[in-house]
């Protein structure tokens, strides 16, 4: 008892300025540490979610004996269910660091504005689309040059677990891929992807 008693006295002697510094130290750090919340992209998925789970009630024989029809209706049946993939509700509203590649929706004069971040190259374009809370749609107050969408990237800000949908293009290509995102993140920093070791 008595090191609090003494420790107020020193807080209640101190004057209002080094109050305030010290206040605004506090402050700091703790934004500080807000930013550096780095994450990956299986946090995102909640742990009693298993994508998987169409294919382990399956065997093997059982899905080579699939017709063409049959393969096509359990494609659609996976696909909803990725599409509907449920989200990490603590994340909503977290600011948050994660890495991922860029599949860009909107350029204003070559700047990057509005875009999808996916955890591996090629996700929606070459193949099918990954689950949706394996997709973030990003969108930037400022456009950003974007020096290669062949590059990962760590990109920064608030995200949110919010749906949308988005109509991704590929140049020669005249119907797009649509494509559901269950986050959302508004985006401070977009910066090159280095490893942390």
Request: charged fraction near 15%.
């Amino acid at each position: 008892m008595k090191s609090i008693n003494v420790t107020y006295y020193r807080l209640s002697h101190l004057s209002p300025i080094l109050l305030i510094l010290l206040l605004c130290c506090f402050t700091w750090s703790s934004a500080f540490a807000a930013e550096s919340n780095e994450i990956e992209w299986e946090s995102l998925i909640p742990p009693d979610w298993n994508p998987n789970q169409v294919f382990e009630d399956m065997t093997d024989e059982q899905y080579y004996a699939l017709s063409d029809t049959e393969l096509l209706v359990l494609e659609q049946t996976v696909q909803a269910m990725f599409d509907a993939a449920p989200v990490v509700d603590a994340f909503d509203g977290q600011q948050v660091k994660i890495p991922g590649f860029v599949l860009p929706l909107e350029f204003n004069n070559t700047l990057l504005k509005e875009f999808l971040l996916v955890p591996y190259f090629g996700a929606c374009t070459h193949t099918p689309p990954p689950p949706a809370n394996q997709i973030i749609y990003a969108k930037l107050e400022t456009g950003t040059k974007l020096e290669s969408i062949y590059l990962p990237v760590w990109i920064t800000g608030t995200l949110f677990a919010s749906r949308s949908q988005s109509q991704l293009n590929e140049a020669g290509v005249d119907t797009g891929v649509e494509v559901q995102s269950a986050y959302s993140m508004k985006v401070d920093l977009i910066e090159p992807y280095i490893e942390q070791w």
